[in-house]
């Protein structure tokens, strides 16, 4: 695969619509092309768990004035995607978010948005006794891929293509 958009979210809660940061990384030719990250204020922006907070470090304070998912992802997020396929570690996870973000807001949801797991491929690809967990930052350890700062929606979303660029 050498055109698709790899895409993380990080969410403020439990509810697969609460998403609080999109990254996106555009890969055309093979080549990283465009990254883009963005906080958004989920609704409500009140509800933040403890657990999330800890895991990615966003707080309700840090998207209290961001703007909504339909902004974000209607002006920005949505023309940089267009037809290309999307790819995510994880992809059950971030296709979930997606669409239920796209049902909180009444969106249609396109037709021709198809998710590639990296996290699958990397478990058909490479053994668990061999690689130990297929986590991200396992699977571009193994890979020689440099990679910090996880959960991070752009950094996920870019250790995301460069496993993809390999595997897929």
Same mark, same amino acid.
């Given at each position: 695969?050498k055109? =698709?958009a790899a895409?993380?979210?990080?969410?403020?809660n439990g509810?697969?619509?609460?998403?609080?940061s999109?990254?996106?990384?555009?890969v055309?030719?093979?080549?990283?092309?465009?990254?883009?990250?963005?906080?958004?204020?989920?609704?409500p922006?009140y509800y933040?768990?403890?657990?999330t907070?800890q895991?990615h470090?966003?707080?309700?304070?840090?998207?209290?004035?961001a703007?909504l998912?339909?902004?974000?992802?209607?002006a920005?997020?949505?023309?940089?995607?267009?037809?290309?396929?999307l790819v995510?570690?994880?992809?059950?996870f971030?296709?979930?978010?997606?669409?239920?973000?796209?049902?909180a807001?009444e969106?249609?949801y396109p037709?021709?948005?198809?998710f590639?797991?990296?996290?699958?491929?990397?478990r058909?690809l =490479?053994?668990?006794a061999?690689?130990?967990?297929?986590?991200?930052?396992?699977?571009?350890?193994?890979l020689?891929?440099?990679?910090e700062?996880?959960?991070?929606?752009?950094a996920?979303a870019?250790?995301?293509?460069r496993?993809?660029?390999?595997?897929?």
């Amino acid at each position: 695969m050498k055109d =698709f958009a790899a895409i993380d979210f990080e969410t403020a809660n439990g509810r697969p619509s609460s998403i609080c940061s999109v990254g996106l990384v555009v890969v055309r030719g093979g080549e990283i092309v465009e990254r883009l990250h963005r906080l958004i204020r989920p609704t409500p922006n009140y509800y933040y768990r403890f657990f999330t907070e800890q895991i990615h470090g966003i707080c309700a304070e840090d998207t209290d004035d961001a703007p909504l998912f339909p902004e974000v992802w209607n002006a920005e997020v949505a023309p940089l995607i267009g037809r290309l396929p999307l790819v995510a570690h994880n992809a059950a996870f971030d296709e979930r978010a997606l669409r239920a973000a796209y049902e909180a807001y009444e969106m249609d949801y396109p037709a021709e948005y198809r998710f590639y797991c990296t996290l699958r491929a990397a478990r058909r690809l =490479f053994p668990k006794a061999e690689i130990g967990n297929h986590r991200l930052p396992t699977v571009c350890a193994w890979l020689g891929i440099p990679f910090e700062d996880h959960h991070q929606a752009l950094a996920d979303a870019e250790g995301c293509a460069r496993i993809a660029m390999r595997i897929l």
